[in-house]
């Protein structure tokens, strides 16, 4: 096996702790790469944000991390800012692999046997007209409920912190998600944030009826994998430390429980 430990790294972006279910499947899928994980929470949630703004604002803080990691690919692991800002990631930064994340609409639409699919987001990626052409593009004989979830994403950083989380105020967020039309029920959720996995069990436990969960995460690892043969070159960024990975706090403020999240999946806090 070829050691790219010393090879240029990945960089994991998202607004928070939810990429951190995507990055766990890329370390399985390479388990030899370093990794970079940034968590832009300063800016967390990006649901507060006007459009423009955070457009500008994501635009500018790659071109400071492009700069200091010089990662070989960039994954934005993060459904709202990939259908607000991936084309102009890939049009500021032309040299750069992007690879970004979109609800899972095609393989829910694939699978779906009732044709009741729902898509559980956060507010911006429902309102997004990405998502929309996503839909009407490959779902187009389904019936497509979006479901806008504004706690979702701070119950799962809570829990991933602190071991806990109301499965009451789960059950809520999630209830939207499930219709009943005459004989049929919905039995795919499109889980379009990637904080959602990590409640997973929770919104089970507390759904009417079960349902296929749709985790994107391994899709992307894929699909990341797929393009690091071409995204290989000498050049270099700030090294690593020895061992760990390195994980980036845009705040730079990390508290005791995140800190020791972090430790969890091999992070040594930047």
Known sequence: ?????????????DSGIGGLTVLREARVLMPDRRFVYVADDAAFPY???????????????????LDRFSPAISVIACNTASTLVIDALRERFPGHPFVGTVP?????????????VSVLATPGTVKRQYTRDLIGKWAQKCHVRLVGSDNLAGLAEVYMREG???????RAEIAPCFVAHDELRTDIVVLACTHYPFLANRMRKTAPWPVDWLDP????????????????TS?????????????????????????RLMQGFGLAIS
């Open 1 to 13: 096996m070829t050691d790219l430990s010393n090879a240029r790294p990945i960089l994991m972006f």
């Open 217 to 232: 995460a391994e899709a992307i690892a894929r699909r990341a994998l797929s393009l690091l043969a071409d995204a290989e």
């Open 47 to 65: 649901g507060a944000w006007e459009e423009p703004a955070l457009r500008a604002h994501i635009l500018e803080l790659f071109g400071k991390l």
């Open 235 to 259: 050049q270099r960024g700030e090294a690593l430390p020895e061992g760990a990975d390195l994980a980036v706090f845009t705040s730079k403020r990390v508290d005791f429980p995140t800190r």
């Open 164 to 170: 806990f989380v109301d499965e009451e105020a789960v």
């Open 104 to 116: 899972a609409i095609k393989p829910a639409a694939e699978r779906t046997r009732s044709g009741l």
